[in-house]
């Protein structure tokens, strides 16, 4: 067993060479995963880990500044956790106290992270346009251990169930009514290639390594910010490149909107574009999802058009292995018990080329 782990992380981190020592000293918890067709090793292009032991480079004094904005900050202004980088005050609403500076010392601002658009990265998630019911309950499972994360070592969803303890529910409601109140910016460009720049691991997420060099893309989803510096000063409207397999974004179309033969279709649950139903149309889902499912969660279910194939392969891959439950999982489970990983690759792949 272990051999066989050994081997495909080796092959999966091909071209990341700060990924592969730090997957290996947290490979312990991964072994105990139960066997699933998807295999049962997370894998490393999605669930990327910072080295041990990496420095953050130090602030030199120089201002940044980001396309359409007049703002200019230093590195350590937007390394400030207590501060949600606003580069675009007239692009959205007020930003709501907790997002904008979060509560000292305990509680990050939720913008830092998620930006002040609730863009988000492939590290955490886009949160901008989620019902905020939605919202509420994910925190209430993040709170409870309910939603956890087949990678524990991963800082982003490690701040993630820390931050809900400390979170008061007035906090958690005024952040939710922001985010849901915005609607999603495009922000994923989704290109099909047999081939992608080489990579490394840069604070959880993947960067181009630029140093000219391609590799096969093989079974993996290569995301990155299209202007890392830019995506580092925390803008919102930073935009990320996507490079799936030939033929996935098609293959994923015909199992979000028919199943395939093997999953029940995306459209039922998350609508017919997948941006999101406000409840199940149980009649529809009758014969598809299981009928005392349907009538026990009516929703909101969220949209997952537009947003990082990373972030949802991780979702696909952790209800399938049961680290990630709470009330929606319930219609998830079914759902996922037979997919590959070629198939979480090809339905995040087609989720993503969507216009949220």
């Not at 017919?272 to 909101?300: M, W």
Request: aromatic residues 6%; charged residues 20%.
């Amino acid at each position: 067993m272990l051999k066989s782990c050994f081997s495909r992380l080796t092959k999966l981190s091909s071209g990341n060479r700060f990924l592969f020592p730090a997957l290996l000293a947290a490979l312990s918890p991964a072994l105990a995963l139960a066997e699933a067709p998807s295999g049962d090793v997370p894998p490393p292009w999605a669930y990327a880990v910072d080295p041990p032991g990496v420095k953050a480079p130090k602030d030199d004094g120089t201002l940044r500044h980001v396309p359409n904005s007049t703002l200019a900050l230093t590195l350590s202004q937007v390394r400030d956790g207590f501060v949600a980088p606003d580069w675009h005050p007239d692009a959205h609403p007020p930003l709501a106290p907790i997002v904008a500076h979060g509560r000292k010392p305990e509680v990050m601002a939720c913008g830092y992270c998620h930006r002040a658009e609730g863009t988000g990265g492939p590290e955490n998630a886009s949160v901008a346009g989620l019902p905020a019911a939605y919202i509420i309950q994910q925190m209430a499972d993040f709170k409870s251990g309910a939603r956890s994360t087949s990678m524990p070592e991963r800082a982003p969803q490690k701040n993630m169930m820390a931050l809900a303890k400390k979170l008061t529910p007035a906090e958690v409601e005024e952040a939710a009514a922001y985010f849901s109140s915005l609607k999603l910016r495009p922000i994923m460009r989704v290109i099909e290639s047999d081939m992608v720049p080489e990579t490394y691991v840069h604070g959880w997420h993947l960067a181009n390594l630029d140093n000219g060099k391609k590799e096969p893309i093989g079974q993996r989803i290569i995301e990155m910010p299209e202007d890392l510096e830019q995506f580092v000063s925390r803008d919102a409207h930073s935009v990320f490149i996507a490079y799936v397999p030939p033929g996935s974004i098609e293959k994923g179309k015909v199992l979000a909107t028919t199943g395939g033969g093997r999953t029940i279709q995306c459209t039922i649950c998350h609508g017919p574009d997948l941006r999101g139903l406000s409840h199940i149309d149980t009649a529809a889902a009758t014969g598809k999802v299981d009928a005392s499912v349907a009538s026990g969660f009516q929703g909101p279910i969220p949209g997952i058009a537009g947003r990082s194939p990373t972030y949802i392969v991780r979702q696909l891959f952790d209800i399938q292995h049961g680290v990630r439950a709470g009330a929606g999982t319930v219609l998830m489970k079914p759902t996922v018990e037979k997919l590959t990983m070629e198939d979480m690759i090809d339905l995040a792949a087609y989720a993503s080329s969507l216009q949220p």
